[in-house]
């Protein structure tokens, strides 16, 4: 499985964007899709995830403004991100991994800058 993360740039504080990453390779049974970010000198951090249920789960600090989908295939996982603030500013990377385990492959990050 590999993944492939597009869709990061620099915005305006309250502005949007969506960030896609596209999933390759044999996928067997259930699985999860999850956005995490890292900002400079801070530890990579959970965002978001979608399962191959279409169940989706966010973290406190996006939820209400941050939106994750999949296409129908489940080829492609979507993570709409509006009101973006400031604090948002990170590279954004994607993951997959088996419901219930850690994320076992890693895209490579986009970077979302928002100024203020």
């Known amino acids: 499985v590999q993944l492939q993360a597009s869709g990061g740039g620099l915005v305006q504080r309250g502005e949007s964007l969506r960030l896609s990453c596209e999933v390759t390779?044999?996928?067997?049974?259930?699985?999860?899709v999850g956005w995490h970010r890292q900002a400079p000198g801070k530890q990579r951090q959970y965002v978001a995830h979608?399962?191959?249920?279409?169940?989706?789960g966010y973290v406190a600090s996006v939820r209400g403004r941050f939106i994750i989908s999949r296409d129908n295939a489940g080829n492609t996982v979507y993570l709409q991100m509006s009101n973006l603030q400031p604090e948002d500013t990170a590279v954004y990377y994607c993951a997959y991994g088996r419901i219930g385990a850690a994320p076992d492959r890693w895209g490579q990050g986009t970077q979302v800058t928002v100024s203020s």
């Open positions: 390779g044999k996928i067997h049974g259930t699985w999860t």
């Open positions: 979608i399962t191959s249920f279409g169940t989706p």
